[in-house]
């Protein structure tokens, strides 16, 4: 029997099945780095490119017609709430104010009168009853008389007509004054149909001529001028637009398998292509969309038809942004956005749930200075 002896393994094999063991090794710690570091941190957070700055686009729009005379700001001008942006020519609604308000004087002029009628319609009442009275009473003298035959029958037929005539008065008297009362009753001469409807009247008027200037309902940036000096324009036409761009939010669209654990409330760390890494915003998940983009698109796809195919949607979640930073860094609607949302918190209710209305308000003191007018002029016609 032969003794065979082993072959030593080559020094080339021995260093190629080191290298093999080196990035066997190096794969496995990359894996297992990936998978700790996706237990521990990456499965807690939610990111996305698709994520857009939002905001409040209020449009400038007459409420009446009229001739555009003068305009007092201009595109990326910051305005003021209650700043004067477009003022359209006033002189057919101030002689139409001069008429309703004449108008109005005459109206409480002559509702006065009626007062003073059904005061008059009153005394003349009392004046036929008394005339009545006389003649009853004259009557009756004289058929006291003709049963002595003092006096003919056909003066007792004088009497008896008298007496009918006083009663027929007396009944028209009060006819009248119930017309009288029909008008003044229950109402003051202020509160009279008629004084309401000419007072009504002035108001629109006043109404009409306060709307010929038109102001800015909040505080922001103009955008979107397209009206022009000597432009007729008709209400609800869009002259321009007003930015608010301390009320804005960001829209970031999440894939629906990104949505399963996210709360409102949970922070955010937002990026803004703008200012780069360099700025970060700290915003909060304020809530989500009521459908996904496609549904509410122009054209919405028919999943309904027999060429369908699966598309994984993407769902809008509302971003509240910190005031202060977006003070310290301002950013433009449409913007582009990375939005990175915590999903440690889950105290918070899930999305979708539904929360209060905001409510957005403009008050214009406008219906106040009508009033007033129409008072005063009440009281000066009322004297």
């Known amino acids: 029997m032969s003794n065979i002896k082993p072959t030593a393994a080559s020094p080339e094999g021995n260093k190629r099945r080191r290298i093999m063991f080196v990035i066997a090794a190096v794969f496995i710690l990359l894996g297992g780095g990936l998978g700790l570091n996706w237990l521990l941190i990456s499965r807690f957070y939610e990111e996305t490119d698709n994520a857009y700055v939002q905001g409040n686009v209020v449009q400038i729009t007459p409420q009446i017609v009229g001739t555009v005379v003068k305009i007092f700001a201009d595109d990326t001008d910051l305005v003021k709430a209650g700043q004067t942006l477009v003022s359209l020519d006033p002189a057919d609604t101030k002689v139409a104010v001069e008429q309703a308000e004449a108008e109005l004087a005459q109206t409480v002029r002559e509702v006065r009168t009626l007062y003073t009628s059904h005061k008059q319609s009153d005394a003349n009442l009392v004046q036929r009853q008394v005339e009545l009275t006389r003649a009853e009473d004259d009557l009756t003298e004289r058929k006291k008389l003709a049963l002595t035959g003092t006096i003919s029958k056909e003066e007792l037929r004088h009497a008896e007509a008298t007496v009918n005539v006083a009663r027929a008065a007396v009944d028209a008297a009060r006819e009248q004054l119930s017309s009288g009362r029909a008008l003044t009753d229950g109402t003051s001469v202020r509160r009279h149909p008629t004084v309401q409807r000419s007072s009504a009247h002035l ?41 608010p761009l301390d009320q804005l939010w960001v829209d970031a669209n999440f894939k629906e398998g990104q949505l399963r654990i996210m709360r409102v409330g949970q922070s955010v760390t937002l990026t803004s ?29 028919q999943n309904a038809t027999g060429n369908w195919i699966k598309v994984v949607q993407r769902v809008p979640v509302r971003i509240a942004l910190d005031p202060a930073q977006l003070a310290a860094h301002p950013l433009r609607i449409g913007l582009s956005i990375h939005a990175e949302v915590d999903l440690h918190d889950q105290n918070g209710n899930p999305l979708g749930t539904l929360k209060e209305a905001t409510t957005y308000s403009f008050d214009t003191p406008a219906d106040n200075l009508a009033r007033s007018r129409i008072e005063s002029i009440i009281e000066a016609n009322l004297k």
């Not at 922001?220 to 009206?227: D, E, F, P």
């Not at 809530?287 to 919405?300: D, K, W």
């Open 273 to 301: 292509d703008l200012y780069g890494s360099a700025v970060k915003y700290t915003g909060k998940v304020v809530g989500m969309g009521a459908g996904t983009g496609g549904a509410f698109a122009l054209l919405p796809a």
């Open 203 to 243: 108001r629109e008027l006043l109404l009409a001529l306060q709307r010929t200037t038109l102001v800015a309902p909040v505080n922001g940036q103009i955008a979107k001028r397209t009206v022009q000096v000597g432009q007729r324009v008709s209400p609800g036409a869009p002259l321009m637009a007003v930015i």
